[in-house]
């Protein structure tokens, strides 16, 4: 059984009222294709987490919780050093957006309501829009492997948010450049 069940119930969004019973809460849960893919995932942390207690018995929820912010920051040096952060952080100085404050006011357009468009990963997409040497990689979660941060961690929403939100990685920029994007996808669907 997990021990440190609390920290991968944080990790991916789960509320599970009784952690001795996350067994029987994933197996349920797990139903709905939305955290079908939770299984593996819990496998993988069970994996991690008897390596790091045999190594370590003393490892508890604080040195957990110490532990994942030590992995963002390596993932944030990473990103912080890299040519596509700094070419985002210049690239945001020359734009100018004045446009982006009355787009966030708008509930209605012409008599239409606006759609709100997900960009998925789009911290990530932005940056990597970015990286021309491709020194971040293919992926999120190839960077994060290459990185030494384990799966079960990576491929977590909860932990790209922790990085890019926590880790303070070009928020505004990003931010900028995902609004700028909007207004792109409004631009093409005000031409039909």
């Known amino acids: 059984h997990i021990k440190l069940a609390s920290q991968y119930t944080k990790i ?11 067994e ?24 991690w987490e008897l ?6 018995p003393t ?10 912010a ?6 944030v040096d990473a990103l912080k050093g890299s040519q596509a952060y700094h070419a985002l952080l210049e690239d945001c100085k020359l734009l100018k957006m004045p446009r982006l404050l009355k787009l966030a006011r708008w509930k209605l357009f ?5 759609l709100t468009v997900d960009q998925r990963m789009a911290n990530w997409a932005v940056l990597k829009d970015y990286d021309e040497l491709n020194e971040l990689g293919d992926s999120w979660l190839g960077l994060c492997l290459k990185l030494g941060v384990p799966e079960f961690l990576a491929e977590t929403r909860f932990f790209r948010h922790f990085v890019f939100n926590t880790g303070k990685v070009a928020n505004k920029e990003t931010n900028i450049i995902e609004k700028q994007k909007m207004c792109n996808i409004l631009d093409v669907l005000l031409l039909f």
Request: charged share 20%; net charge negative.
């Open 12 to 22: 991916h969004n789960i509320i599970a009222p009784n952690p001795t019973l996350l």
């Open 24 to 47: 029987y809460y994933l197996n349920t849960i797990t139903k709905s294709p939305e955290y079908e893919h939770i299984l593996p995932t819990y496998q993988k942390y069970l994996n």
């Open 51 to 56: 390596e790091t207690l045999s190594a370590n």
């Open 59 to 68: 490892f508890d929820q604080t040195c957990i919780e110490k532990w994942t």
């Open 70 to 75: 030590d992995q963002r920051d390596v993932v």
């Open 110 to 114: 012409q008599g239409c309501l606006l």
